[in-house]
């Protein structure tokens, strides 16, 4: 099955600092999504970005379908950004779906 | 618009008990799919639903079995609880289009499980 890697595993960065975290896949995909778990354990969808370009706020992502992965940026972090950033993956477009989760990176902001 | 609505919360169980979770999609959402989440494995899929039908499956033993009702709504089932299946179990729905590309997800808060 497809393979999703995350880079860094784990980052900790200063408040104001702005970051970029990678998510390689090993195989062509038709869905692409970012997220962000809180520490409560909920997964908030940043983008749904199988390929291009999308910006909101301080969030911005770029997937290189051909390439095979995507950049998720974040620009003057806050502390509140602080968790885990999950990419997933899938290809079963319109047939349902099946996530293929990264291992995440986990975020800290420090004060 | 309500968000995806998974109850209970928390719970906890003992080895060779069943659990039952409930999730409440996004209304006009009619795929609804099941995640299970634990330190060791990460995020793994376990099944998705749409219009009362299992549409994908993934790779876990027959203990674990959902079901989708008329109204979307649905719930998975978990027998002869063992330890390693202390999870988070995490629901999400979204709507269904046609076309190449899939659609946006969304997850609910997920049910904290814990096997003793």
């Known amino acids: 099955g497809i393979q999703v890697e995350q880079s860094p595993p784990d980052l900790i960065l200063q408040e104001g600092a702005n970051s970029t975290l990678r998510c390689n896949f090993s195989?062509?995909?038709?869905?692409l999504q970012w997220f962000h778990q809180n520490p409560w354990g909920q997964l908030i969808n940043l983008f749904y970005i199988p390929s291009g370009t999308k910006q909101n706020g301080r969030l911005s992502a770029t997937t290189v379908a051909t390439e095979r992965y995507s950049l998720l940026y974040i620009s003057s972090s806050q502390t509140t950004d602080s968790g885990v950033y999950f990419c997933?993956?899938?290809?079963?477009?319109?047939?349902?779906?099946?996530?293929?989760f990264g291992p995440g990176t986990r975020l800290s902001v420090l004060p | 618009k309500a968000g995806v609505t998974q109850t209970p919360r928390y719970l906890i169980k003992t080895r060779g008990q069943q659990v039952t979770l409930s999730c409440s999609p996004i209304?006009?959402?009619?795929?609804v799919s099941w995640y299970q989440q634990t330190p060791g494995q990460g995020l793994q899929f376990l099944f998705e639903y749409f219009s009362e039908t299992q549409r994908n499956k993934g790779n876990f033993p027959g203990r674990f079995s959902g079901r989708q009702f008329s109204n979307s709504r649905s719930e998975m089932n978990v027998s002869t609880l063992e330890l390693g299946d202390s999870a988070l179990y995490l629901c999400?729905?979204?709507?269904?289009?046609?076309?190449?590309?899939?659609?946006?997800?969304?997850f609910g808060e997920g049910s904290w499980l814990t096997v003793v």
């Open positions: 999400a729905s979204s709507p269904h289009s046609p076309g190449p590309i899939g659609n946006t997800i969304y």
């Open positions: 997933a993956v899938d290809r079963r477009g319109n047939y349902g779906q099946n996530f293929v």
């Open positions: 195989d062509s995909v038709n869905n």
């Open positions: 209304s006009g959402h009619r795929s």
